[in-house]
């Protein structure tokens, strides 16, 4: 965290810290919402209050380092080091380490229901795969490392025009558990990702939506970039044979509840499952909306639809059909089907008057609201030629930060 202009109870010091231990501070602080000259004030006051000096920290390596202390902390911090005959730095260390050991790692909060998104719009092209993998690639990165993120008061600039670096904050990954399904018989997700589609002749999703499964669903699912995300991030790939969904699902009972019955058992190993709908407005559509519609005791916008649009006259056509459906089926079956927000993608302003004035409709809709503004940059066409998650190909990218930001938001 960037330090604070020193005030009138405050005074800037500085000392040297080994690198390894200044990371873990700025790490821990950050998960913990707090500045890091809070830390160390924590830290120095425990220390002081000690009979004696605990164990020695290794400093080899140690550099600069400066925070703001209050007022005469650090003198009489100082004279102690002096008295029990260790040396600054080696007392900061240990002061430093003191608040580690004082504030472990946080558990990852996992919601109490899996929660369930589902990514849509009827319109082919506007990105609901990259939507996809990127806020399930965000939400799934690791709690102990510090990524940038933008910050989503500052996801709608001015004009639509891009922020600038002073917006963007270094905040701990969310760690949570994904299952990426792909349920576009087209397998975009399924290849951008770098896995195989599933071969038509033997079991997929669509069988067991259809009541005929083949074998057990779990193992179907892959793990994407353990390195990246730590085991995760998983994908349940897609399958030609979805084409003949719509056609299979009106054989069976109940269908808007296929998708539902099909995925229930994976719910147990997941924090967050987001589905990746065909440009549909078909059965297959209803039983996606079904899946993500409030359940009992789940709070409002804990799972939904996200919506993907572009700053274009056709995406608004297409929002309006998508909308019409999903109200429908609200009525048509009584449940609550929450809009989790929209997503404006590929946006670029230099395309003028069509895109600009295009955002500002959306963002003039407030219900459901923009949650995120995706730009049309050459890192995510070169995550899917290579066939790699946009966050570990570019993760400091403005699609990646921006990715962040929208799965905070949301």
């Known amino acids: 965290m960037s330090l604070p202009a020193p005030s009138n109870d405050r005074e800037k010091v500085v000392s040297k810290l080994p690198g390894w231990l200044r990371q873990n501070l700025k790490i821990r602080a950050a998960q ?172 997929s999703l669509t069988n067991h939506m259809a009541s005929d499964p083949k074998g057990d669903l779990r193992d179907l699912i892959v793990s994407i970039d353990d390195d990246a995300f730590g085991g995760r991030l998983h994908l349940l790939p897609a399958c030609n044979d979805a084409f003949l ?60 639809a996200l919506i993907v649009v572009q700053a274009e006259d056709s995406s608004a056509d297409a929002y309006e059909l998508l909308t019409t459906q999903i109200d429908d089926l609200r009525a048509d079956l009584g449940v609550d089907i929450d809009y989790l927000g929209i997503v404006v993608n590929l946006y670029d302003s230099r395309r003028g008057y069509i895109a600009t004035s295009s955002l500002q409709g959306w963002v003039d809709i407030k219900d459901p609201r923009v949650v995120g503004l995706i730009g049309d940059l050459k890192e995510q066409k070169e995550a899917v030629r290579v066939k790699q998650p946009l966050l570990s190909y570019a993760p400091k990218s403005q699609q990646a930060i921006g990715m962040r930001a929208l799965a905070r938001e949301i």
């Open 32 to 203: 913990y919402g707090i500045e890091i000259q809070t830390a160390v004030e924590q830290g120095i006051a425990h220390w002081c209050k000690l009979a004696s000096s605990p164990a020695a920290i290794d400093t080899a390596g140690a550099d600069s380092f400066s925070t703001f202390l209050p007022l005469g902390q650090w003198d009489e911090f100082r004279s102690l080091t002096t008295d029990r005959r260790v040396s600054l730095i080696q007392g900061l260390a240990q002061s430093v380490q003191l608040w580690l050991d004082a504030n472990p790692a946080p558990d990852v909060a996992r919601p109490a229901i899996t929660r369930r998104i589902i990514v849509c719009n009827q319109k082919g092209g506007v990105g609901k795969t990259a939507i996809t993998a990127g806020t399930g690639e965000a939400m799934a990165e690791d709690p102990e490392t510090l990524h940038p993120v933008r910050v989503a008061k500052q996801l709608i600039a001015a004009g639509g025009e891009a922020e600038s670096s002073l917006d963007v904050e270094k905040l701990p990954g969310l760690g949570l558990r994904v299952l990426l399904v792909d349920f576009d018989p087209q397998c975009h997700l399924t290849n951008q990702l770098g896995a195989a589609p599933l071969p038509i002749t033997g079991d």
């Open 245 to 304: 969904l719509d056609v299979r699902l009106s054989a069976v009972r109940a269908r808007e509840a296929a998708l539902e019955r099909a995925l229930a058992p994976l719910e147990a190993d997941y924090d967050v499952i987001l589905v990746d709908c065909p440009p549909s407005l078909g059965l297959s559509m209803d039983a996606a909306a079904y899946y993500g519609r409030r359940r009992d005791s789940e709070k409002p916008g804990q799972s939904g």
